[in-house]
């Protein structure tokens, strides 16, 4: 194919990411009066029950401290509610309130949770070949020291960037 043809149709892809990312977000605030992370959040807890704020991080892909952030916005509107365990006092689950379920039985998906459904079967190859075409883009625009903002959110999953940038100083 003509480099010029593949230059376009990557750009093509690209708007068609953005432009699924903002509809999804966009339907998503409308909806629910939530941020897209806050949503994709009680959509995980609703299908785990009450979860470790650990295991929702891992879930979501995020460093634990993002996503307590999350939660304290959440909770401070109604929405979740963690519980410390009786037996283990370090360990804290999150489950919804009845509002929060309510939430999400009228919210509409979330990119971020079609994003990482899709990305999860995947094989390990095809999932290579997708990392390796992202950081040639982040390259090119120069974005490698940005922190990694969540999609359309002012929330930054900062402790992961670091981590990724510790990993590839030791390759």
Same mark, same amino acid.
């Given at each position: 194919?003509?480099?010029?043809?593949?230059?376009?149709?990557?750009?093509d892809?690209?708007?068609?990411?953005?432009?699924?990312?903002?509809?999804?977000s =966009?339907?998503?605030?409308? &909806?629910? /009066? $939530?941020?897209?992370?806050? #949503?994709?959040?009680?959509?995980?807890?609703?299908?785990?029950?009450?979860?470790?704020?650990?295991?929702?991080?891992?879930r979501?892909?995020?460093?634990?401290?993002?996503?307590?952030?999350?939660?304290?916005?959440?909770?401070?509107?109604?929405?979740?509610?963690?519980?410390?365990?009786?037996?283990?006092?370090?360990?804290?689950?999150?489950?919804?309130?009845?509002?929060?379920?309510?939430?999400?039985? =009228?919210?509409?998906?979330? &990119?971020? /949770? $079609?994003?990482?459904?899709? #990305?999860?079967?995947?094989?390990a190859?095809?999932?290579?070949?997708?990392?390796?075409?992202?950081?040639?883009?982040?390259?090119?625009?120069?974005?490698?020291?940005l922190?990694?903002?969540?999609?359309?959110?002012?929330?930054?999953n900062?402790?992961?960037?670091?981590?990724?940038?510790?990993?590839?100083?030791?390759?």
């Amino acid at each position: 194919m003509q480099k010029k043809v593949l230059i376009a149709d990557i750009i093509d892809n690209l708007r068609r990411v953005f432009q699924a990312v903002n509809e999804q977000s =966009k339907k998503a605030e409308f &909806a629910t /009066g $939530l941020t897209g992370p806050q #949503l994709w959040a009680i959509k995980v807890i609703a299908e785990s029950g009450p979860i470790r704020v650990s295991d929702l991080a891992e879930r979501m892909y995020l460093h634990p401290a993002t996503v307590v952030g999350i939660l304290d916005r959440l909770e401070s509107h109604g929405i979740v509610q963690r519980v410390r365990s009786k037996d283990d006092r370090r360990v804290v689950r999150v489950g919804l309130t009845d509002s929060g379920h309510e939430l999400v039985a =009228k919210a509409p998906q979330v &990119a971020q /949770g $079609l994003l990482v459904d899709g #990305l999860e079967i995947l094989s390990a190859k095809e999932l290579e070949s997708i990392a390796s075409g992202l950081d040639h883009l982040v390259k090119i625009l120069g974005a490698q020291k940005l922190p990694p903002q969540l999609m359309l959110s002012p929330e930054v999953n900062m402790s992961r960037m670091k981590s990724r940038r510790i990993h590839k100083t030791q390759e």
